[in-house]
C-alpha cells in the first residue's frame, strides 16, 4: 500500500461520522458501511486537524507528534485514505 | 454504538466506558477497519 503524501492536503470524508472514544474513536463510513477504529487519542485530533490544516504533515505537528513517530501516523493516516475515510484535498 | 438508519454524517458524544470496544492497545497499529454487513457487524 503506498503511503499518504504528507506533503498534501487531506479532508475527512463528508459521509464520514467521528464518534470519540475513551481509546481513540470510532470513524463510520455511511457509503461504504466501514468502520474504522483509531487507537489513539494523537490520532484522531489529527484526523479533526486536516480539514484546518495544509497538508497532512501540518496536522499531525498541530497534534504535537515528532518527527521521529511521523511514519506510524503516516501508515495510520494511509489506511484511512484506502478506505476513503480519508480524502486528497482538490487542489 | 453506530446506527446503520442515520443519513446524515454527525459527531456524537463518546460512549461510556463500560461500551467501549476492547482491542490490544499494545498493538503498533493504529487503525483497525471492520466491514458491517447486512444489520450488524462482529468484531
Given at each position: 500500500?503506498?503511503?499518504l503524501n504528507l506533503d498534501r492536503g487531506w479532508d475527512l470524508h463528508p459521509q464520514v461520522s467521528v464518534r470519540p472514544e475513551p481509546f481513540g474513536a470510532l470513524l463510520y463510513h455511511f457509503g461504504t458501511r466501514k468502520l474504522s477504529f483509531l487507537k489513539d487519542t494523537t490520532l484522531l485530533a489529527v484526523v479533526r486537524t486536516?480539514?484546518?490544516a495544509p497538508t497532512a504533515r501540518a496536522a499531525c505537528a498541530a497534534a504535537?507528534?515528532?518527527e521521529s513517530d511521523l511514519p506510524r501516523y503516516q501508515r495510520a493516516l494511509?489506511?484511512?485514505a484506502k478506505s476513503s475515510m480519508v480524502i486528497e484535498r482538490a487542489s | 454504538m453506530v446506527s446503520a438508519k442515520k443519513t446524515s454524517p454527525t459527531e456524537f458524544g463518546p460512549a461510556a466506558p463500560?461500551?467501549?470496544v476492547g482491542f490490544d492497545l499494545e498493538s503498533d497499529t493504529l487503525v483497525e477497519e471492520i466491514s458491517i454487513d447486512g444489520m450488524c457487524g462482529v468484531y
Open positions: 500500500m503506498p503511503d486536516l480539514a484546518e504535537g507528534i515528532a494511509s489506511t484511512l | 463500560e461500551q467501549s
